[in-house]
């Protein structure tokens, strides 16, 4: 009896692991997440801005706008736009144009939601809703990177 239960225990762990597991047919490198994975970390793309927002090289983080990566992409012009609203920076006529055209993209980013969901959203989804959830964590995300500085 205790063989077969210590068996069934086996079976419905490796069942949820399935399961509930994210998919690995996604493009890690496009995917923004705040706290993904076992150890709750963050992914490439939030780790690459955060550290040129703690070093304040605000002018990598415009040239970022141009990446061929749409997570990319949507962190930088947000972040860009945040610092604007700051007084931080300011944007050029070129650069101005090149955050409207990204905003009409259709490039998909994936976000993840936890360790079962994963959502896309094209570029032009997340800039014409506020409300979704991902507009407003980044704010408070390029707060808090804005208060501490980098360790790097």
Same mark, same amino acid.
């Given at each position: 009896?205790?063989?077969?239960?210590?068996? /069934? %225990?086996?079976?419905?762990?490796?069942?949820?692991?399935?399961?509930? *597991?994210? @998919?690995?047919? $996604?493009?890690?490198?496009?995917? =923004?997440?705040?706290?993904?994975? &076992?150890? *709750?970390?963050?992914?490439?793309?939030?780790?690459?801005?955060?550290? /040129?927002? #703690?070093?304040?090289?605000?002018?990598?983080?415009?040239?970022?706008?141009?990446?061929?990566?749409?997570?990319? &992409? $949507?962190?930088?012009?947000?972040?860009? +736009?945040?610092?604007?609203?700051?007084?931080?920076?300011?944007? @050029?006529?070129? +650069?101005?144009?090149?955050?409207?055209? =990204? #905003?009409?993209? #259709?490039?998909?980013? $994936?976000?993840?939601?936890?360790?079962?969901? =994963?959502?896309? $959203?094209? /570029?032009?989804?997340?800039?014409?809703?506020?409300?979704?959830?991902?507009?407003?964590?980044?704010?408070?995300?390029?707060?808090? %990177?804005? &208060?501490? &500085?980098?360790?790097?």
């Amino acid at each position: 009896m205790r063989i077969q239960n210590i068996f /069934l %225990c086996w079976i419905l762990f490796v069942l949820s692991v399935t399961v509930f *597991a994210q @998919s690995t047919n $996604y493009d890690w490198n496009n995917m =923004i997440g705040f706290a993904c994975f &076992k150890n *709750a970390r963050t992914t490439i793309s939030v780790r690459h801005i955060e550290v /040129l927002i #703690k070093q304040k090289d605000f002018d990598s983080i415009k040239i970022l706008m141009n990446s061929p990566i749409p997570a990319i &992409k $949507y962190l930088s012009v947000k972040t860009c +736009e945040i610092l604007e609203r700051k007084g931080m920076i300011q944007f @050029s006529t070129v +650069e101005r144009e090149v955050v409207n055209e =990204i #905003k009409k993209s #259709k490039g998909i980013i $994936y976000v993840c939601s936890g360790c079962t969901e =994963i959502e896309s $959203y094209t /570029l032009v989804q997340l800039f014409a809703d506020n409300s979704i959830s991902l507009n407003k964590v980044v704010v408070d995300w390029v707060d808090e %990177c804005l &208060k501490n &500085k980098s360790t790097h």
